[in-house]
């Protein structure tokens, strides 16, 4: 009798117990582990005006942090003091992921996600400064897709920041409107900077150095807005000579290894005062969709515009590159055109343009791809023929655009 | 040592009191408690579902339902809920989850069928025939994980993870989520050991806010289309939308030919496209609509969108990094194996994944419906 009253006192206390089963998570230690739960609970009490500040220390985390309210401000003391790891991350996969405007994020990092660094998707009024996002074993596949990644946004400004690694574009804006990018740092990802169906951007003052190719501005198909209107100016694109390591099927796996500055299927594009060296494929590549081996009628939208449209390359400063190009295709091309020690012109063109809309076997004057920069010459790859009469005849390149009026962002300097 | 009347007696007297003692916890159920604003410790504060000795039942006029397609959560097994305050109808809606009124609470309790040897085994099963006692589930052959509140409140909807203590006595409330580590063991007991996610709060609205302007938690499940079908309740089976109209809980429900009915996914008499069409909205089309987290990528599973490039035909992807698995477009008809779509459904991988969330395992069985209708499609995106 004693034993079952004991059991039954045990039922008792077990049933009316507070007992849980909440667990510390795998992989972190118990001090991460409480700093992850006290940071989660700011994501989720944050209203406008809150900061969130990060302190200093490597805080180890294994879930995504996601902010769903405006005017918050996140901050660290410094990229190399505040540092967030996701190397053991289980759920997210983002490090950081925002959907929410007025939002500020500075002085921080982000260590090896599994999937992007920061996204911020659907806000207005962004500053992004002094943040880093990194994934720390250098460039692999398996690492995530973008570092910094504003998406759907308005009135953006992403500066002072970097990125190290990311398995398709370091710092990547995708499909807003206004935004500036500047002194930034990108290096060994795939793509360094990256503009996507985005409308008015300056990207200026950056180093894109050792990516596979350093600033993309590129338009893809089936998005709902077209990208038009970047200056890409004063920046440093060297040395974008690294192997492309990003899965197939991704825009910027088309991109071969030593690439300068891309241009594909954009528009109002203006490229100037940059110093642009050493990319081995070559310093300046204007393309349109159909080189990128993607195209296909059933899969594109039929009003999607994939060529190359008033593009104004002009007063850059041009050294070295086009001596290694990447792939064999371009590897032919260039040996036969200019010798095995020889070299492609600075910019590269793949030949294809809108044969529907000429004007005396010319592009409209205002959609034309002009180059005034000294002696830069444009290597036509007669793309559409598979390279069969490429040709270097600048005649048709010795144009000019009108400027593009600089980006301002409301209350910002 | 007693004689076994005594024994009998006294294990009587014992099994008595531990209902009195049970009844101290839970009681008499008091009626369900709608709290206007604040967020309650305990799953029991509500009053929605609660522990009754060895069951987990359902307070009066709490209505569970099931759902023609769920969502897959790493095969646990859900009980639904909805309770309304007296004298308060939803409103019926053909294609938009239903208008509920304040104080409407939806309950949706994640549990799995033990399998024996430890409290983490537990079963891969889509049998349910063991887990019910009465309209309750039968606690000592499953294990309850954690019970999610949907409560609408006078602002809107809020979502209230609950994760149940390791003596399934009570619920406590977890809005940073939580980890749970299961062993899930298939019909041939082979075994596959995974880390359960709970969801934070803030992962909630992942889901359950489709549209990203309005940024409003809604109810994913409550649909007419989803909602149409039979339920076996205490007193016999019966349509569940005619049920809920019945009780009072919904009003406007038109004659029964006008009502949408989504496919059961798993119902093989339905033609393979009506099946991998309610697998893909349920399971992605919350995040893959054109008003969704996922507006960005150009694709869409919501179920009005055409079976042509926004349903991922040939399509080149936007933003997937690794996650195209090296294949060039999302689905390649009749090509399975060159396709995104069931190469990200087939991994695990953070990452890699979809979906990005509420899911840590693959769902085999949808990966197959999946590649199935795939390898069903005719044509090509040849050039």
């Known amino acids: 009798m004693r034993q079952i009253a004991i059991g039954f006192l045990c039922l008792v206390a077990a049933a009316c117990g507070q007992q849980s089963s909440q667990s510390q998570p795998k992989g972190l230690t118990a001090a991460d582990a409480a700093f992850q739960k006290q940071l989660q609970e700011q994501f989720l ?92 074993g250098g460039p692999q596949t398996s690492n995530g897709a973008y570092g910094i990644y504003p998406v759907s946004s308005r009135n953006v400004l992403i500066e002072n920041s970097s990125s190290w690694g990311a398995a398709d574009a370091g710092i990547y804006v995708g499909q807003s409107i206004g935004v500036i990018v500047r002194n930034c740092h990108a290096e060994q990802n795939v793509a360094g900077i990256e503009i996507e169906n985005t409308i008015s951007a300056d ?54 290894a030593g690439s300068g500055v891309v241009v594909n299927s954009n528009s109002q594009v ?102 005034r920069n000294g002696g830069a010459t444009v290597l036509n790859a007669d793309g559409p023929n598979k390279n069969k009469n490429p040709t270097t005849n600048m005649a048709q390149f010795q144009c000019e655009l009108a400027k593009l009026p600089p980006v301002e962002l409301p209350g910002r300097t | 040592m007693m004689r076994p009347q005594a024994a009998r007696r006294a294990a009587l007297y014992a099994g008595v009191l531990a209902m009195s003692a049970l009844a101290g916890c839970t009681h008499a159920p008091p009626p369900v408690q709608f709290f206007a604003t604040g967020r309650p410790e305990h799953l029991s504060d509500w009053h929605v579902v609660f522990r009754d000795g060895g069951r987990l039942a359902l307070n009066e006029r709490v209505v569970p339902y099931d759902l023609n397609t769920p969502l897959f959560s790493d095969y646990a097994h859900k009980l639904r809920t909805m ?37 983490a085994a537990v079963s891969r099963t889509s049998d349910q025939s063991r887990d019910f006692s009465g309209q309750g589930l039968d606690l000592a052959n499953v294990r309850l994980i954690e019970t999610r509140l949907l409560v609408r409140r006078e602002q809107g909807w809020e979502a209230l993870p609950y994760v149940w203590n390791a003596d399934q006595t009570d619920a406590e409330l977890a809005r940073t989520g939580d980890e749970v580590a299961l062993d899930l063991v298939g019909a041939a007991g082979e075994r596959e050991a995974f880390t359960y996610v709970v969801p934070n709060q803030n992962q909630c609205a992942g889901c359950h806010v489709t549209d990203l ?68 909205e349920v399971n992605c089309g919350h995040c ?83 590649r199935a209708w795939i390898a069903a499609m005719p044509g090509s995106c040849g050039v």
Not at chain 2, 331 to 347: E, H, K, N, Q
Request: a neutral charge.
């Open chain 1, 45 to 136: 009490d944050a209203k406008p005006g809150t900061v969130i500040e990060i302190p200093a220390g490597k805080h180890a985390l294994d879930r995504v942090l996601t902010l769903r309210a405006s005017g918050v401000t996140i901050r660290g003391v410094g990229t190399d003091s505040s540092i967030l790891s996701f190397k053991n991350e289980i759920s997210g996969p983002e490090g950081i992921l925002v959907y929410g405007s007025d939002f500020t994020i500075e002085n921080l990092s982000i260590e090896d996600t599994k999937g992007d660094g920061l996204k911020i998707n659907d806000g207005e009024n962004i500053t992004i400064r002094g943040v880093r996002v990194a994934w720390t």
């Open chain 1, 203 to 256: 990207v200026y003052d950056n180093v894109a150095t050792g990516n596979t190719g350093g600033i993309l501005v590129f338009n893809m198909p089936n998005l709902k807005q077209r990208g038009h209107s970047t200056r890409v100016f004063k920046n440093k694109v060297l040395k974008n000579n690294l192997g492309n390591f990003a899965a197939k099927g991704g825009a910027v796996a088309s991109v071969p």
């Open chain 1, 270 to 371: 203006e490229i100037f005062d940059n110093d642009i060296a050493d990319n081995q494929t070559a310093n300046l590549i204007i393309s349109a969709y159909y080189s990128t081996n993607y195209y296909n009628k059933p899969g594109v939208d039929p009003n999607y515009d994939p060529y190359p449209r008033s593009i104004y390359v002009y007063d850059n400063r041009f050294a070295g590159g086009g001596d290694a190009p990447d792939g064999l295709d371009l590897k032919t091309l260039k040996v036969a055109m200019f010798g095995l020690n020889g070299h492609f012109p600075d910019v590269l063109w793949d030949g294809y343009r809108d044969e529907k809309n000429l004007v005396n076997g010319a592009p409209p004057a205002a959609e034309r791809i002009c180059v």
């Open chain 2, 83 to 119: 309770w309304m305050p007296a004298a308060r109808a939803a409103t019926y809606s053909a294609t938009e989850s239903f208008e509920f009124p304040v104080g409407t609470i939806f309950s949706k309790t994640f549990y799995y069928p033990r399998a024996g040897g430890g409290a």
């Open chain 2, 213 to 280: 302007k309005t940024k409003s938690i809604m109810p994913l499940g409550p649909k007419a289309r989803y909602l149409n079908r039979d339920y076996r309740y205490a007193d016999g089976v019966q349509n569940q939308l005619a049920y809920l109209q019945k009780v009072g809980y919904l009003a406007g429900l038109p004659q029964s030919p006008e009502v949408p009915r989504t496919a059961n996914w798993m119902d093989t008499s339905q033609p393979l496209e009506a099946r991998a069409r309610a697998y893909l």
């Open chain 2, 288 to 370: 893959h609509n054109p008003k969704g987290a996922a507006d960005t990528t150009a694709l869409n599973f919501d179920v009005a969108s055409p079976l042509d490039r926004h349903l991922g035909l040939c399509k080149p992807p936007v933003a997937a990094g690794r996650g195209t698995g090296d294949h060039l477009f999302d689905i390649v008809p009749g090509r399975p194996d060159d396709s995104i779509l069931p190469f990200r459904m087939a991994t695990k991988e953070t990452g890699v994944m979809m979906p990005e969330q509420g899911r840590d395992i693959v769902h085999r069985e949808g990966v197959e419906l999946i």
